[in-house]
């Protein structure tokens, strides 16, 4: 399979104004399960520590998620990011893309 990449999606789980979190990280990741299980899409969370800097200055450390995908529609990611952070009310999230060569059990896809 050409042209196949891998999306992460890195967002962070405090709410800018309140500095703290309206949604846990547990809550989060199963909203994110089943948006990804609805859509049929294939991914992976991982539990992580970010840090930010807001634009006054005041720098934040916060539970975050990595949710990778792959083989998904840049566009479909797009939407979902915009989706997520509207619902996290985010400033801003990290869309990191990937190009992937796929091997299942020795075997490359092409």
Do not use: W
Request: glycine share 8%; hydrophobic share 35%; charged share 20%.
């Amino acid at each position: 399979m050409t042209g196949t990449y891998e999306y992460q999606i890195f967002i962070g789980c405090n709410d800018p104004q309140l500095h703290g979190e309206l949604v846990s990280e547990n809550d989060l990741k199963m909203v994110v399960a089943q948006f990804f299980e609805r859509y049929k899409v294939d991914f992976s969370m991982l539990s992580a520590k970010g840090g930010y800097l807001y634009d006054n200055g005041e720098f934040t450390v916060e539970d975050s998620l990595c949710i990778n995908i792959i083989g998904a529609q840049e566009e479909d990611v797009l939407r979902f990011t915009k989706t997520l952070s509207s619902y996290m009310n985010q400033e801003a999230s990290l869309i990191v893309r990937t190009p992937v060569q796929m091997e299942f059990n020795g075997v490359v896809s092409q």
